[in-house]
């Protein structure tokens, strides 16, 4: 028994191994692996004669075989190989048959006539009362898929598995019913629980998708609040680059000063570099013109910080400014906000007057950032120039550069 049970099996795992399409996903080597480990366990319990144990698992080994030769009837090709291998290992023609009606036992639907027929169909079936279940009912549903044979979507599947579990399947021996049917009752449970958590997001989505159709013509909010927010973050990235681009200006201007003042200002003391002040002069006057202006650009406009009452009730003050409430207190601020949300033009006037100010703020900055840089690049050629030219026409003929 031994010898014909490890040669059939080093047979099945080097035909499903070398011959089976990468397609099956489910029906391989490691499912009739599976299948032939519940058939072992089955025997173990029922205590069959020996050749029938034998006949049990060769039909276990050999049951899903077929599929190297064709997905379609594939039990009839699973026998060919069956009888093939075994009647060139001389084994009895009658067992041979046996074997094969053991095979086609596993057929969807067909019914059992006898303990070894039962525990087959018990084993093929095993995996429904693993706790692997969901694992690998998702390959068999990928399986069929990537074969062309059908395309179910997830809640397809998770329906025809129900009924399957509910109509369809279900275990014939003592054994399986004791040690397998509560996990089986366990993965339908999951499945169902699944289908009403799905059923609640679909009902959920089409309430939502309801809602949407209703007041998509009736309210137009959520693209002009895109539009504003679109709007309100490029003018505060502008302001952003507008104040990196004076901070750049600033520091430049303030090392070129901290080194004029370091190195040069100290030798112009002395009668051989007085031709040098002129220059020096002029460099330090554009540093210095364009430090202020890009003060001025970065500095920032602090309005009263109050309003009253009639303002709020006549709409004239921007309430999302905090230069229009910092100095008012909690409730009137709360008071106002609450007057601002009750009237949807009033919130678009304030958002608009923002936009509006925060524009005009960015043109003062832009305008004052323009003339900065051409302050600081004509600054920056005249001073060259005139030390150049100092040096020239002033300067010792053996002049040092300094």
Same mark, same amino acid.
Request: neutral net charge; charged residues 30%; hydrophobic residues 40%.
């Given at each position: 028994?031994?010898?014909?049970?490890?040669?059939?099996?080093?047979?099945?795992?080097?035909?499903?191994?070398?011959? @089976?399409?990468?397609?099956?996903?489910?029906?391989?080597?490691?499912?009739?692996?599976?299948?032939?480990?519940?058939?072992?366990?089955?025997?173990?319990?029922?205590?069959?004669?020996?050749?029938?144990?034998?006949?049990?698992?060769?039909?276990?080994?050999?049951?899903?075989?077929?599929?190297?030769?064709?997905?379609?009837?594939?039990? /009839?090709?699973?026998?060919?190989?069956?009888?093939?291998?075994?009647?060139?290992?001389?084994?009895? /023609?009658?067992?041979?048959?046996?074997?094969?009606?053991?095979?086609?036992?596993?057929?969807?639907?067909?019914?059992?006539?006898?303990?070894?027929?039962?525990?087959?169909?018990?084993?093929?079936?095993?995996?429904?009362?693993?706790?692997?279940?969901?694992?690998?009912?998702?390959?068999?549903?990928?399986? @069929?898929?990537? @074969?062309?044979?059908?395309?179910?979507?997830?809640?397809?599947?998770?329906?025809?598995?129900?009924?399957?579990?509910?109509?369809?399947?279900?275990?014939?021996?003592?054994?399986?019913?004791?040690?397998?049917?509560?996990?089986?009752?366990?993965?339908?449970?999951?499945?169902?629980?699944?289908?009403?958590?799905?059923?609640?997001?679909?009902?959920?989505?089409?309430?939502?998708?309801?809602?949407?159709? /209703?007041?998509?013509?009736?309210?137009? /909010?959520?693209?002009?609040?895109?539009?504003?927010?679109?709007?309100?973050?490029?003018?505060?990235?502008?302001?952003?680059?507008?104040?990196?681009?004076?901070?750049?200006?600033?520091?430049?201007?303030?090392?070129?000063?901290?080194?004029?003042?370091?190195?040069?200002?100290?030798? *112009?003391?002395?009668?051989?570099?007085?031709?040098?002040?002129?220059?020096?002069?002029?460099?330090?006057?554009?540093?210095?013109?364009?430090?202020?202006?890009?003060?001025?650009?970065?500095?920032?406009?602090?309005?009263?910080?109050?309003?009253?009452?009639?303002?709020?009730?006549?709409?004239?003050?921007?309430?999302?400014?905090?230069?229009?409430?910092?100095?008012?207190? *909690?409730?009137?601020?709360?008071?106002?906000?609450?007057?601002?949300?009750?009237?949807?033009?009033?919130?678009?006037?304030? *958002?608009?007057?923002?936009?509006?100010?925060?524009?005009?703020?960015?043109?003062?900055?832009?305008?004052?950032?323009?003339?900065?840089?051409?302050? #600081?690049? #004509?600054?920056?050629?005249?001073?060259?120039?005139?030390?150049? @030219?100092?040096?020239?026409?002033?300067?010792?003929?053996?002049?040092?550069?300094?």
């Amino acid at each position: 028994m031994a010898n014909i049970i490890q040669e059939t099996e080093d047979y099945v795992i080097s035909l499903l191994t070398n011959e @089976l399409s990468s397609s099956f996903l489910y029906h391989n080597i490691r499912h009739t692996q599976r299948v032939v480990k519940s058939t072992q366990e089955l025997l173990d319990f029922y205590k069959l004669d020996v050749k029938e144990h034998e006949d049990l698992l060769l039909a276990a080994w050999f049951h899903d075989a077929g599929y190297t030769r064709s997905a379609k009837e594939h039990e /009839e090709r699973s026998c060919d190989i069956a009888r093939e291998f075994l009647r060139e290992k001389s084994f009895d /023609e009658k067992r041979i048959e046996n074997i094969c009606n053991l095979i086609l036992a596993t057929k969807k639907g067909y019914e059992p006539t006898s303990l070894s027929e039962e525990i087959i169909r018990d084993a093929d079936g095993s995996h429904l009362g693993q706790e692997s279940y969901l694992e690998t009912t998702e390959m068999l549903r990928e399986e @069929l898929s990537l @074969l062309g044979l059908i395309d179910y979507s997830p809640a397809e599947w998770r329906d025809t598995n129900i009924r399957m579990f509910q109509t369809k399947h279900r275990f014939y021996t003592d054994y399986a019913i004791k040690n397998w049917q509560e996990t089986k009752d366990d993965n339908l449970a999951k499945l169902i629980k699944a289908r009403k958590k799905m059923k609640k997001l679909v009902k959920k989505e089409k309430v939502k998708a309801q809602y949407k159709s /209703e007041f998509k013509d009736k309210s137009p /909010e959520r693209g002009v609040q895109t539009m504003y927010r679109v709007t309100m973050r490029n003018h505060l990235k502008l302001s952003d680059i507008a104040d990196t681009k004076a901070n750049i200006l600033l520091s430049v201007n303030a090392i070129i000063i901290s080194l004029v003042l370091a190195d040069l200002m100290p030798k *112009l003391d002395s009668p051989s570099n007085k031709y040098l002040i002129l220059p020096t002069a002029l460099f330090m006057f554009f540093s210095v013109i364009s430090m202020v202006l890009s003060i001025i650009a970065t500095r920032p406009n602090i309005t009263s910080g109050q309003f009253t009452k009639e303002d709020v009730d006549n709409k004239k003050v921007n309430l999302l400014f905090f230069g229009n409430f910092h100095k008012m207190k *909690l409730e009137d601020y709360e008071w106002a906000m609450k007057e601002l949300i009750k009237d949807q033009s009033y919130v678009y006037s304030s *958002l608009t007057k923002d936009l509006y100010f925060l524009g005009l703020v960015l043109d003062r900055k832009y305008k004052l950032l323009r003339w900065t840089y051409a302050i #600081f690049m #004509f600054g920056m050629i005249v001073s060259v120039l005139s030390f150049f @030219l100092a040096l020239h026409f002033y300067g010792p003929r053996e002049a040092v550069i300094l």
